[in-house]
């Protein structure tokens, strides 16, 4: 299946930089709303062809932080760097257009737009429109249920399927970090087995990943390392296994 979409170069991340080159770094990252300060100087960084998984309780500012990253909530202390170079400054539309793409939380599908549609604004910064129209078929092949409904409106679809457009749609921008924030959420476990399936699925094939989850087990599982979030703050990090062993994250997140 993943075979399928990398023969098209669907996504490149794997030609981006060396194997094991810093993509992302997160420096003492502080974010406020009001005066309730959500994120307290987290530091954490994304290595190429890594998945890194941060997981935490809901509230813990998981995805403020992913929001600070993607510029669509602006910080105001530390820094993060993309591709070595600050994000301070510059749009949304400018990191999206050099490969830092995030499917948010909500999945955020254009609703009135069909599944087509909604997959050529995925590839809204290309002008490739042949290489458009193959990553399409590849999105297909890799999210048949997307191919049978093509023409449905995107409002209409369950939220297992807009899970699955939201991600096809962020493929199609051929992401070199691909975020993705609670991807399981509000899910039937047949849908979650799906998502988690495509998420290994594309990491395996190159892509590197950052998946915010609050389903620690499965984050953990996938993950080459991970980070611990509590309260705005890193209060762990390690290897995914070594975190997923912990009897700390078991006690905290597993229910042990």
């Keep these: 299946m993943a075979e399928q979409v990398m023969q098209g170069a669907a996504y490149s991340g794997a030609a981006v930089a060396e194997q094991g080159a810093v993509l992302l770094q997160v420096k003492g990252l502080k974010v406020s709303y009001g005066g309730i300060q959500a994120v307290k100087g987290v530091d954490f960084e994304v290595r190429q062809g890594e998945l890194v998984s941060l997981i935490g309780s809901n509230g813990a500012g998981k995805t403020t932080t992913m929001k600070a990253i993607t510029r669509s909530l602006v910080a105001n202390g530390g820094d993060v760097l993309y591709l070595g170079q600050s994000v301070q400054g510059r749009g949304a539309w400018d990191l999206v257009k050099e490969g830092l793409i995030m499917v948010p939380e909500g999945r955020g599908v254009f609703a009135r737009m069909t599944i087509t549609e909604n997959l050529l604004m995925g590839a809204y910064t290309r002008s ?129």
Excluded: C, W
Excluded at 202 to 216: D, K, P
């Design 128 to 256: 490739d429109k042949a290489q458009i129209a193959a990553d399409i078929e590849r999105m297909f092949a890799l999210f048949p249920r997307l191919k049978e409904r093509r023409d449905q409106l995107a409002g209409t679809m369950s939220g297992g399927e807009q899970q699955m457009l939201a991600m096809a749609r962020a493929l199609m921008g051929k992401p070199k970090l691909l975020l993705l924030d609670e991807p399981s959420m509000g899910l039937s476990p047949i849908m979650v087995d799906k998502i988690f399936e495509v998420v290994a699925d594309v990491h395996a094939q190159g892509m590197t990943v950052v998946l915010v989850e609050q389903n620690a087990s499965r984050a953990l599982a996938l993950a080459n390392r991970g980070y611990v979030m509590e309260s705005g703050s890193i209060t762990m990090e390690g290897a995914g296994a070594q975190l997923l062993a912990d009897p700390r994250v078991r006690a905290a997140y597993l229910g042990e």
